[in-house]
């Protein structure tokens, strides 16, 4: 079974509609890139995968559980989704090893001890085990955004999220969080991108999706994407940005 699986997924806001007639799966393991212009509804998908969005009409099953189903339970869905923003979205009042052990602990109960180890080993795994004690805004962004990627994988998620991680980012910073991210992408964890960076569609990426206006309009391997690309709107599309 697919680990994440849309099935005619439509969304409105309103009158308008973001998401049209999504049908889309994920297998487990897979990395997906998803590429599109902004407000083509990119953002959206992501969220509506851990309830952040309702959906208006479709299924939405992920790992097995139906997402907009009111018997589904919402916290054991998100406990398997870690989702990274744009902005990094640390709180700023608690040190870097506090908020990577606070969901662990608060909602998942884990014992002290094994959150202290788990987090000495996810800052070890984001290459930042010296930062432990420190606060977010002595950090550099790039810093800030691998404790938000170690905090997303501090409760043990079998999918990440990630919305366009990087482009908050001053350029120099950019290449040590896609690095931790292809680690992780080699490491064999389900992950859905939403990113600008092609080099990374390219390299880690099993599958790249093009959406525009609310639709998945193309998919397919990268090599496929960036040599044969079938759509007038996909070849527009990376025309502007290659
Ligand atoms: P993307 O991430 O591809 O840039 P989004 O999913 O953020 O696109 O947004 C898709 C469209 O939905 C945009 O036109 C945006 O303005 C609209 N939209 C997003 N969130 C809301 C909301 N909460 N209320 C109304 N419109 C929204
Ligand atoms: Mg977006």
């Known amino acids: ?33 998803i590429i599109g212009p902004s407000g083509s509804g990119k953002s959206t998908m992501l969220r509506c995968i851990n309830a952040l969005e309702p959906i208006s009409s479709g299924v939405l099953i992920v790992d097995g559980m139906r997402v907009h189903d009111k018997k589904t339970n919402i916290n ?6 870690g989702f990274v923003f744009q902005q990094f979205n640390l709180y700023p009042h608690m040190t870097v090893a506090e908020n990577i052990k606070l969901a662990p602990l608060r909602v998942k109960k884990v014992p002290k001890s094994e959150a202290n180890e788990r987090c000495e080993r996810l800052l070890k795994r984001v290459g930042i085990p010296e930062q432990a004690n420190k606060y977010p805004e002595s950090l550099s962004g790039g810093q800030q955004q ?16 990630f919305d366009e991680p990087t482009s908050a980012l001053d350029p120099e910073m950019i290449g040590e969080v896609l690095d931790v991210m292809a680690d992780l992408a080699k490491g064999g964890m389900t992950m859905v991108c939403v990113t600008h960076e092609m080099g990374f569609a390219r390299r880690v990426a099993d599958r790249v999706v093009f959406m525009d206006e609310g639709r998945i309009i193309e998919v397919g391997p990268p090599e496929h994407f960036f040599q044969n690309p079938e759509n007038e709107r996909t070849k527009r599309f990376l025309g502007q940005i290659l």
């Open 1 to 33: 079974m697919s680990i994440i699986e849309f099935q005619g997924v439509n969304k409105s806001f309103g009158d308008f509609q973001v998401l049209k007639d999504i049908d889309f799966t994920v297998e487990e393991g897979e990395v997906v890139v």
């Open 76 to 81: 054991v869905l998100r406990s398997e989704i």
């Open 146 to 161: 691998r404790v938000a990627i170690a905090r997303g994988l501090a409760m043990e998620p079998r999918i990440m999220l």
